[in-house]
């Protein structure tokens, strides 16, 4: 006989098996010392659970459980592979939704394969276009915002050469306090708000 598979060994412990397959297991542990080494270290690990104290679930348990679960969600991170695998599936979905598409209008699938193409062509350049213009409009406005913040620091330049340094100080530390404490008062203000929800 073979040694003792972890199936059959817990199988003999808790007298799963049949009295014919048990003498066999026996004779087996009366000839092989690491078969009967490994059958006590786990009839005596079975008798220490036993001797262990009941444990009881809490009720709320579960629910305690799944609200962490809420609070917190976890990213799984994606593989590359399953990337592609996604891409891939959808790319045959998208085929075969052309081709019941051709064959619920009647039409040849290469016909209608290159009409859909030409259509989607000239949405994406209207789309190219629409993004260069939104490009062009984002630029110049940050144009526009760096002319104000210039002019804004040549008039800030005018004015501290206008006033002594101890004013400049003095009107330093007071911008410098003013925008401490509206920090402060936005900060309070936003957790405020989150205990409010809360």
Not at 56 to 79: L, Q, T, W, Y
Request: with cysteine; charged share 20%.
């Amino acid at each position: 006989m073979s040694c003792l598979s972890l199936e059959r060994l817990y199988a003999y412990l808790e007298g799963e098996i049949s009295s014919a397959e048990s003498r066999d297991i026996v004779g087996h542990l009366a000839a092989c010392p690491i078969c009967r080494d490994a059958v006590e270290e786990r009839r005596r690990m079975l008798q220490a659970i036993e001797t262990l104290p009941g444990f009881e679930v809490p009720p709320d348990f579960a629910k305690g459980v799944m609200d962490r679960i809420s609070v917190a969600p976890a990213r799984a991170k994606v593989s590359f592979v399953r990337w592609l695998a996604a891409g891939v599936a959808g790319f045959l979905a998208f085929v075969a939704v052309l081709s019941v598409i051709a064959l619920v209008t009647g039409q040849n699938f290469f016909q209608f394969f290159i009409r859909f193409n030409r259509g989607f062509w000239s949405y994406v350049q209207e789309g190219a276009l629409v993004l260069a213009k939104f490009a062009k409009l984002v630029f110049l406005f940050l144009k526009v915002v760096q002319q104000f913040l210039g002019e804004i620091l040549e008039g800030l330049g005018v004015f501290a050469s206008l006033i002594s340094s101890e004013a400049q100080v003095i009107f330093i530390c007071a911008s410098f306090l003013l925008i401490l404490a509206g920090g402060f008062l936005w900060r309070r203000k936003f957790l405020v708000e989150k205990n409010h929800e809360n």
